[in-house]
């Protein structure tokens, strides 16, 4: 899993952590990725998308899937 949003693009940034005397210590923060159910070019896809493109409205949620109605012949 790399941690990239499927819309945006949105990564890992990578810092500093600065301590009182000024150490430097490498930090990261990552992006708050969501394994999402996505609708696109007329299929149904699973992927990771940060939670800003979910909460802006960025992801096309997938059709509701309706019961399936099971046929009952009458020719017995
Ligand atoms: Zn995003």
Same mark, same amino acid.
């Given at each position: 899993?790399?941690? &990239?949003?499927? &819309?945006?693009?949105? =990564?890992?940034? *990578?810092? @500093? ?6 150490? %430097? =210590? ?11 159910? &996505? @609708?696109?070019?007329?299929? =149904? ?5 940060? =939670?800003?493109? &979910?909460?802006?409205? @960025? *992801?096309?949620?997938?059709? %509701? ?12």
């Amino acid at each position: 899993m790399s941690r &990239i949003c499927s &819309i945006c693009g949105k =990564t890992r940034q *990578v810092g @500093f952590n600065i301590s009182h005397a000024h150490n %430097k =210590t490498k930090k990261v923060w990552l992006p708050n990725l969501q394994k999402v159910r &996505i @609708f696109s070019n007329g299929a =149904t896809k699973r992927a990771y998308v940060c =939670t800003r493109c &979910i909460r802006s409205g @960025f *992801v096309q949620k997938p059709p %509701k899937r309706t019961p399936t109605l099971h046929k009952v012949s009458d020719n017995t």
